[in-house]
């Protein structure tokens, strides 16, 4: 393990034992067995070495991302998705807290790749004709609720200590979003919703369809419409 790294795990091992959920530089480079300048050197300052503690924390959290493997089932996937994201955050509670209710001016950049990894799966589910929302604001609106759920459970664990709160949000989130079979057929509108994102989602991802630009470009905004989205 390299200096540096042995510093961030220091820092954070510190972090999730803190009873104030801070730490001092000089604590940090007691446990990781280095002088202060070094630490310094490496990261400026305290505020920098959080934001290096954020980025690590990132890191680990997108690798399970970018490992899980699509199955057959993009709707499984996504409640999937949201399960791992949620045991992320109760297996390192103050490590959570500092990367999505962080105290610096910007979001780290690894948060737009998360929700991008999210947005891929909802492509998915609207190729697959499921998703009766538009892309983009189905993954703010699971992000949101994900992270929503998984800050009560870490900073409030007695007043939200049911755990099966998570799974009742994450189910209501997705009623809300996708369809099935049944209430497809039950309510035509969700469906035909659901089928115009599907035409939409299989469109974007064709290679060559034999359209004009002018008719491709006519096609997308009547989906657009269809699925009730502003042109």
């Given at each position: 393990?390299?200096?540096?790294?042995?510093?961030?795990?220091?820092?954070?091992?510190?972090l999730?034992n803190?009873?104030?959920?801070?730490?001092?530089?000089?604590?940090?480079?007691?446990?990781?067995?280095?002088?202060?300048?070094?630490?310094?050197?490496?990261?400026?300052?305290?505020?920098?070495?959080?934001?290096?503690?954020?980025?690590?924390?990132?890191?680990?959290?997108?690798?399970?991302?970018?490992?899980a493997r699509?199955?057959?089932?993009?709707?499984?996937?996504?409640?999937?998705?949201?399960?791992?994201?949620?045991?992320?955050?109760?297996?390192?509670?103050?490590?959570?807290r500092?990367?999505?209710?962080?105290?610096?001016?910007?979001?780290?950049?690894?948060?737009?790749?998360?929700?991008?990894?999210?947005r891929?799966?909802?492509?998915?589910?609207?190729?697959?004709?499921?998703?009766?929302?538009?892309?983009?604001?189905?993954?703010?609106?699971?992000m949101?609720?994900?992270?929503?759920?998984?800050?009560?459970?870490?900073?409030q664990?007695k007043?939200?200590?049911?755990?099966?709160?998570?799974?009742?949000?994450?189910?209501?989130?997705?009623?809300?979003?996708?369809?099935?079979?049944v209430?497809?057929?039950?309510?035509?509108?969700?469906?035909?919703?659901?089928?115009?994102?599907q035409?939409?989602?299989?469109?974007?991802?064709?290679?060559?369809?034999?359209?004009?630009?002018?008719?491709?470009?006519?096609?997308?905004?009547?989906?657009?419409?269809?699925?009730?989205?502003?042109?």
């Amino acid at each position: 393990m390299d200096t540096r790294t042995r510093i961030l795990e220091a820092a954070e091992k510190l972090l999730e034992n803190s009873p104030d959920r801070d730490i001092a530089t000089r604590q940090v480079c007691e446990a990781a067995g280095v002088a202060q300048p070094v630490l310094y050197r490496l990261f400026g300052d305290k505020d920098g070495l959080l934001r290096a503690v954020v980025d690590h924390g990132f890191d680990r959290y997108l690798a399970t991302k970018r490992a899980a493997r699509p199955s057959a089932d993009p709707v499984e996937d996504l409640r999937t998705g949201w399960d791992t994201h949620v045991g992320f955050g109760l297996a390192h509670p103050a490590l959570y807290r500092l990367m999505f209710s962080p105290r610096f001016d910007t979001v780290p950049e690894a948060a737009a790749e998360a929700l991008g990894i999210l947005r891929a799966v909802l492509v998915r589910c609207a190729q697959a004709g499921v998703l009766a929302a538009d892309v983009d604001l189905a993954a703010q609106t699971i992000m949101s609720a994900n992270v929503g759920v998984t800050l009560s459970l870490v900073t409030q664990p007695k007043a939200y200590a049911n755990r099966a709160l998570s799974h009742t949000v994450r189910d209501a989130v997705h009623r809300a979003l996708l369809v099935d079979d049944v209430s497809a057929a039950a309510t035509p509108q969700p469906a035909l919703v659901a089928s115009a994102n599907q035409v939409a989602a299989l469109l974007d991802a064709a290679g060559d369809v034999p359209l004009t630009s002018a008719e491709a470009a006519l096609m997308r905004q009547w989906l657009t419409t269809l699925a009730g989205r502003d042109s």
